[in-house]
């Protein structure tokens, strides 16, 4: 079984976990402790508050162990504020954990009543369009070279990948549709299958 954790700290946790539920091979688990760190697979950042979330970070003395985790290699995916935690700038706040290539914008689309639902096709990661909620949503404004942009908006990019690391604008976990939590997944596999070649 596949361990992958969802921070639960703040925000759309329990949305996560229901839908991983769903996925066979993978055994969910909602982390807060160092210790419940300890042997992921993959880690899931949700949405909520970014700055709620920053703060619990530091108070639960988690930003090393997830930046350890990042650089050993680890497969993260942020979700909206989660998105925002991973990125290296945070358009004129101080950042989080520093460990994406890309600027976000928060609220970049406005405040809640800018919420809104589209269908979009994401080509590394459905064929079909598949349902993209955004609320209260940051966009990511820039990205270095190493970083591969999944879905452009209306010139605003709202998915992105560097190595281990993904970020979606949207909230997959809000919507009916598991193709990016198995997508997420099949990264999770691919990282361990490339783990298991090093080793020997
Ligand atoms: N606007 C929120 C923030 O800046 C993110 C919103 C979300 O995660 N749905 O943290």
Known sequence: ?????????????????????????????????????????GLILPGGESTTLGKLLNIFDLKDTIIDL???GLPIWGTCAGMILLAKEVDGEDSHLNLMDISVKRNGYGNQLASFKTMEV???????????????????????????????????????EQNNLLATSFHPELAENLSVHQYFVNKVKASMTDALKIAK
């Open 1 to 41: 079984m596949l361990k992958i954790g969802v921070l639960s700290l703040q925000g759309g946790v329990a949305e996560h976990l229901k839908m991983l539920d769903q996925i066979t091979g993978v055994s969910p688990l909602s982390v807060k402790k160092k210790e419940d760190f300890a042997d992921l697979d």
């Open 70 to 72: 990042a650089q050993r």
């Open 122 to 160: 994401i080509p590394k990661i459905a064929e079909q369009e598949i349902p993209l909620v955004f609320i209260r949503a940051p966009y990511i404004n820039q990205v270095s070279n190493n970083v591969q942009v999944l879905l452009e908006l209306d010139s605003k990019i709202v998915a992105a």
